[in-house]
């Protein structure tokens, strides 16, 4: 496949602006290679979900479901869940560090699902924006599958949305997004072929189509294996026979698996048969993903054997040896919304079987995303728009297409509410392809200007204050004052002017902004909010983190309140000494803040040398010996009594710095460990890493004792004990 037009035009949005993108297109037409493209080039950090478990692997992703774990009830807009998002760590840091959500078949997500995945990305991210400030790339074409929708949940989502297409989500409507549609088709080069799918899709075949395509009817047609025939049906029902047919014709013993069902279970909802029959030989498809990536839904193979113990071996291609898999349990879920507007959960029944099903034919919209030489369409009695083309497109040579069936005017279906939409979506898409060059340029300022937001913090400061003075002014009148005083400065010293610098940001031009003598300008504002922010919340920040609070209200409201400011403050500080030390630029700038969030350590500012060359003994002494020095220095100041941060500022240094300074003498002996921890506690740490064990890491050791805790306390003890040299700062 060639870069045409398109393909570049979508490339540049998704890459150089923080716009959201639909790209969509004829089948065949590149989505999906445009999509592999992104997530090999793309600097953004991104995560690829889709509708189903299918079209998720298809995609290198995620089911949207699994990922964002959420309910498969409808969703209510403004509704919102019971319980806390009982998200891991490592996942909340995935969503708050996410640049870009990329959602694979778009077509069949509904409206509801875009809407909760707006809920919970704007819990984790930014609140006031529409997917917490997310960029989405949305694929996938509407004409092909649309969304599933119940009787009974299009009774209730009718009362909220126009229709369960993604296009009228409430969040996607406050989204500016775009349209790019690839044209260009690759997988079908017979143009008779081509110009059949085109009216298909359109929903306008002639009369000439329809006898061309049925020309390939053969209802009798019995393909030979090694042809690698798969049949596509419009219904459950009708794939369920040709399954039952195929498998009588296998010869050999018939294993039965009978569910075990506890509590409500309806029959409509068994997510395979109650009473499973396979035979060594059969086709099969997994039907749930495993945790371990083993197999997923979709995944096909053939039965190989069953155990003693009642558990299946099947035999995938691509798969080295043989997948073994017993009884999985699913969950029957009610859910309701209460008086106060939240979606309550209640288990009603399992069911628990081998989560495979005979897979000699498979329905349309399990196919969507594949291709295939050779199928056998049984599409005569087509029940939804656009699953006739779904299937056609599934082939790349009209020759490779037995049809079971006749294809008539009425199989094929449109949806009005869609062709509104794409009309509206081609003239917005050509405004928005000639505004690329502004909203490039957008992009760059935006994201310079968020280094020098520092709104997160102000308000977290002012509510930190709130609580001393409302619940620990009595207690703590000393540190009162100080949170007082930090809310007072940041306001004169960082707020105030930001401000006027953001303004003078906003009225450049991204040619400007880019001058060496303004990145200069850019590199100098970074080190004076540095500066100033840490001279505002070292001292406050580490002595409100000391203090014990009996009563847990206020406990708890002072723990979250300090673990985001802290948070909001070494991240800003952080970025802030990175570009005031090599300037800014896009990729630096997201990759340091990804960093930042995640906890990474920072990368060396310091430029390396563009060549090697060879050093004398001398000239090594010569390097080595500043650092020495640096190290006595500190060592002269801390036997004088000095404290850390008046080390620091004697030194100029970060507090950091001279810690890493401490460690270091204390594993040389030349200070004593108590003058970082106290005999007690190392005792406490000391135990913790014999238990644990250096080789798991300090975070792992870190995470045991709890925020009471310093990783400088653990690095003396290690260093302090022997257990390990001490590292060079």
Same mark, same amino acid.
């Given at each position: ?556 409201? *002072?723990?979250?309140? !300090?673990?985001?400011? &802290?948070?909001?403050? $070494? =991240? ?5 000494? /990175? %570009? +005031? ?89 030349? *200070?004593?460990?108590? !003058?970082?921890?106290? &005999?007690?506690?190392? $005792? =406490? ?5 014999? /238990? %644990? +064990? ?36």
């Amino acid at each position: 496949m060639t870069f045409n037009q398109e393909f570049n035009q979508a490339w540049d949005f998704v890459e150089h602006t923080g716009i959201s993108i639909f790209l969509t297109g004829k089948a065949g037409t590149g989505k999906t290679t445009f999509l592999k493209y992104v997530r090999e080039h793309s600097t953004k950090r991104m995560i690829v979900v889709a509708p189903s478990g299918v079209a998720a692997i298809n995609a290198g992703g995620v089911t949207i479901h699994s990922f964002f774990q959420l309910p498969l009830s409808p969703y209510v807009p403004g509704a919102r869940l019971q319980q806390r998002y009982d998200f891991s760590k490592d996942k909340r840091r995935i969503l708050q560090t996410l640049d870009m959500l990329v959602i694979d078949e778009i077509s069949m997500v509904r409206c509801d699902l875009l809407d909760e995945v707006d809920n919970v990305l704007r819990r984790f991210r930014r609140h006031n924006l529409p997917f917490g400030g997310v960029q989405l790339l949305m694929i996938g074409d509407l004409s092909q599958l649309s969304p599933v929708v119940t009787a009974e949940d299009e009774a209730i989502l009718g009362q909220y949305y126009k229709s369960p297409f993604f296009f009228d989500s409430d969040a996607l409507k406050r989204t500016p997004y775009v349209t790019i549609q690839l044209k260009q088709v690759y997988r079908q080069s017979d143009m008779n072929f081509l110009s059949i799918l085109n009216h298909i899709r359109d929903g306008k075949p002639t009369d000439a189509d329809l006898q061309l395509l049925n020309m390939r009817l053969n209802p009798g047609f019995r393909p030979d294996k090694k042809d690698g025939y798969i049949r596509l049906v419009t219904h459950n029902r009708m794939a369920d026979f040709e399954n039952r047919t195929e498998l009588n014709r296998l010869q050999g013993r018939l294993y039965t698996f009978d569910a075990v069902i506890e509590g409500d279970f309806p029959e409509m909802s068994y997510p395979t048969d109650s009473h499973l029959e396979l035979k060594v030989g059969a086709q099969v498809m997994f039907i749930r993903n495993d945790s371990e990536g083993t197999y997923y839904n979709g995944k096909i193979g053939i039965v190989h054997a069953v155990t003693d113990n009642g558990e299946v071996e099947v035999e995938c291609q691509g798969t080295a040896g043989f997948i073994t898999v017993g009884p999985q349990t699913w969950e029957n879920t009610k859910y309701k919304l209460n008086e106060k507007n939240e979606i309550e959960a209640d288990v009603q029944g399992t069911f628990a079987q081998i989560p495979l099903r005979l897979a000699w034919a498979i329905t349309i919209h399990k196919s969507q995303g594949l291709t295939f030489d050779h199928a056998i369409i049984d599409a005569g009695r087509s029940f939804t728009t656009g699953q006739v083309y779904v299937a056609l497109s599934r082939c790349r040579t009209l020759e490779g297409i037995v049809l079971a069936t006749p294809i008539t005017h009425n199989a094929i279906q449109t949806d009005h509410r869609v062709d509104q939409y794409i009309d509206h979506q081609e003239e917005a898409a050509q405004r928005s392809i000639e505004d690329l060059p502004r909203l490039k340029e957008n992009y760059y300022k935006q994201e310079l200007m968020s280094l020098f937001d520092f709104m997160p913090i102000q308000q977290q400061e002012d509510q930190m204050m709130r609580i001393f003075i409302g619940s620990l002014g009595k207690t703590y009148p000393t540190l009162t004052y100080m949170h007082k005083q930090a809310v007072d400065t940041m306001q004169k010293e960082i707020m105030a002017v930001a401000q006027k610098w953001l303004q003078v940001i906003a009225r450049m031009t991204v040619g400007q902004l880019k001058d060496e003598a303004f990145q200069q300008r850019v590199k100098d504002s970074a080190k004076y909010f540095a500066a100033h922010l840490h001279t505002i919340f070292d001292d406050v920040l580490r002595h409100s983190g000391e203090i014990s609070v009996k009563n847990q209200s206020v406990a708890k409201q *002072l723990h979250n309140t !300090l673990d985001a400011l &802290k948070t909001n403050y $070494n =991240i800003a500080y952080r970025l802030l000494r /990175r %570009i +005031g030390d090599v300037g800014f630029n896009l990729v630096t700038f997201q990759q340091e803040r990804a960093n930042a969030i995640l906890g990474k350590p920072e990368e060396q500012t310091k430029p390396k040398a563009k060549r090697k060359e060879a050093k004398t003994k001398s000239e090594n002494k010569e390097q080595k010996k500043p650092k020495e020095n640096t190290h006595e220095k500190t060592l002269l100041l801390a036997k004088q009594g000095m404290s850390v941060s008046q080390i620091a500022k004697e030194r100029n240094l970060a507090e950091s710095t001279i810690m890493d300074h401490l460690v270091y003498l204390i594993g040389e002996g030349k *200070l004593p460990m108590e !003058l970082l921890v106290s &005999k007690e506690r190392a $005792n =406490i740490i000391s135990k913790e890493i014999d /238990r %644990i +064990g250096l080789e798991n890491g300090m975070k792992t050791i870190k995470e045991s004792l709890g925020d009471d805790y310093s990783y400088e306390e653990i690095k003396a003890v290690i260093v302090g004990t022997g257990k390990r040299k001490s590292p060079e700062s």
